[in-house]
């Protein structure tokens, strides 16, 4: 089963990573009918144009959650949160936030997305977010932003480390590589 289908089927989509790929392409917002943000794009000017973040309630993003749900309650172009979240406990304790700040955006949980993706390792929160738009119906989706942890962010937050062994960046960009085969993704890097 697919979460939220209707969301992107045939839709054109703007999937935006947090590279600093991101900055130098000129993206023309109102050719897509949706854009689509990941993680830590909440912290930048790019959130004024996002209708939809995916957000992976890593150990890193736990510190950051009350600002990340504050900011996203008073967005009025946020249609959808979508939490990817690793483990139980990360989805009790965003849920208590949630209730404490009286959150008036529609939300999910779903580890299925994240799990959805055969790689051998986790998957990059972008490459779970672009699987589910694809097998969502999406009719195109261009993907900027997408630097697999080899430039800064565009936020100017702190390179985290862990990505590196954490996530097996080679199978991630192998997964995007087969994806792009079967379907009508275009990757801006």
């Known amino acids: 089963m697919i979460l939220l289908p209707e969301l992107y089927k045939d839709k054109r989509i703007c999937l935006l990573g947090s590279g600093m790929s991101l900055s130098t392409n000129n993206i023309k917002y109102t050719d897509y009918d949706l854009v689509v943000g990941i993680n830590r794009l909440y912290h930048t000017e790019y959130l004024d144009v996002l209708n939809v973040l995916y957000y992976n309630l890593s150990s890193v993003d736990q510190n950051n959650l009350d600002y990340m749900l504050e900011t996203m309650n008073n967005k009025k172009n946020i249609k959808y949160l979508i939490f990817c979240p690793w483990c139980n406990k990360a989805i009790q304790k965003t849920r208590k936030k949630i209730a404490q700040l009286k959150f008036n955006k529609e939300y999910v949980f779903c580890q299925k997305i994240v799990r959805q993706v ?43 480390k862990f990505h590196d062994t954490f996530h097996n960046i080679e199978d991630n960009i192998r997964f995007l590589n087969e994806m792009m085969q079967k379907h009508n993704i275009i990757w801006h890097k």
């Not at 051998?120 to 997408?146: C, D, E, M, W």
């Open 118 to 160: 055969r790689i051998k390792q986790r998957p990059l929160t972008g490459i779970a977010a672009l699987n589910h738009i694809v097998l969502s119906g999406a009719k195109s989706v261009n993907v900027y932003g997408f630097d697999f942890y080899q430039k800064e962010y565009v936020c100017n937050m702190k390179h985290y």
